[in-house]
């Protein structure tokens, strides 16, 4: 979340450090805008008395256009904790919801055992990411893969915007990534890539 976004949230590896959902944008900011959403992590044996809080919690996933689906690949027990994300996502009606698997904190894997790792890895669980946090161009590569999904619809086109409607110009720089601009007497034409 800190890297996607640049932003200071609480990390903290402890149990519940916190059940609220953060909310950031990406950053460098892109076309169309990214917010980039951090909810509680999955656990086994939840106690019963926590499942609701935790799947409601969870239920802002429903209203998500991708799912990161974060998975520690030092974890020896990575596969199970895969396994109960799924069930869960399933539960409250998640499960068509697009995902991007991403194994992170491959460094922590030994260096004898990663290519291997990461051979198998790719090979079981076709088009996931396998990164590290701590990488720059890592963290870079996934945000590529971000932007790249909300980018699939993304029109290139030009807007004509009239001199007695310059009004409009700051919505049209804020909703579109504005490729070139150029002028004559009626007004501006703007290369945007926009959503339609």
């Not at 619809?153 to 070139?180: K, M, Y």
């Amino acid at each position: 979340m800190r890297a996607l976004t640049g932003s200071e949230v609480l990390v903290e590896d402890k149990l519940f450090a916190t059940l609220d959902t953060t909310v950031r944008a990406l950053y460098p900011e892109s076309v169309p805008r990214v917010l980039v959403s951090d909810t509680v992590g999955f656990i086994k044996n939840l106690p019963h008395g926590l499942v609701a809080s935790f799947k409601s919690t969870l239920e802002e996933a429903l209203e998500a256009a991708l799912l990161l689906h974060v998975v520690d690949a030092s974890d020896a027990g990575f596969e199970r904790q895969l396994a109960v994300t799924e069930e869960v996502l399933a539960e409250i009606g998640a499960s068509e919801v697009p995902r991007l698997l991403v194994f992170n904190k491959i460094d922590g894997v030994s260096d004898d055992a990663r290519a291997e790792f990461e051979t198998r890895l790719r090979a079981q669980y076709p088009g996931c990411l396998i990164m590290s946090a701590r990488r720059a161009d890592d963290v870079s590569r996934l945000r590529e893969a971000i932007v790249a999904h909300f980018q699939q619809n993304v029109i290139e086109t030009e807007l004509f915007l009239p001199w007695s409607a310059q009004q409009h110009r700051g919505d049209i720089f804020a909703s579109c990534e504005v490729l070139s601009e150029r002028a004559d007497g009626d007004g501006a034409y703007l290369s945007v890539c926009a959503e339609p």
